[in-house]
């Protein structure tokens, strides 16, 4: 008789994609993906970077968990803000984008970094 143990289920490797470099005024700083392609996360930064930009919000259609933070550099002056999407398939895309056009940070009113900002379910976050 043979016995079979449970193996877990391994999580997809995240990856760094490439051949983003801006998208609606925001420098793309460094963009991730697990279990979701390079593509649908270029897509995704996108549409994301166009939101932030026009509404000042983020309305990612099939996201089922999402999260932002700010990194702020005191020697350089700069921020980066850090966006990650979870789906329900166990993907994940993370976003870090730096502010265009002379904005300091993406979204206005980004919590800090001692205090993130999380959500559950589809939609707008504002």
Known sequence: MLALAAIPAQAAAVRTCAGVGSASGYKVVKLQASGVSCSKARAVVRAVAKDLRTTGGVDVPGAS??????????????????????????????????????????????????????????????
Do not use: D, E, N, Q
Request: contains cysteine; charged residues 5%.
């Open 65 to 126: 968990s999402f999260s932002l933070s700010t990194v702020i550099c005191t020697g350089c002056g700069s921020t980066t803000t850090v966006i990650s999407l979870g789906y329900a398939s166990g993907g994940k895309v993370t976003i870090s984008l730096r502010g265009g056009s002379g904005t300091s940070t993406p979204a206005p009113g980004s919590p800090s970094p001692a205090s993130p900002s999380t959500g559950t379910g589809g939609g707008t976050i504002v």
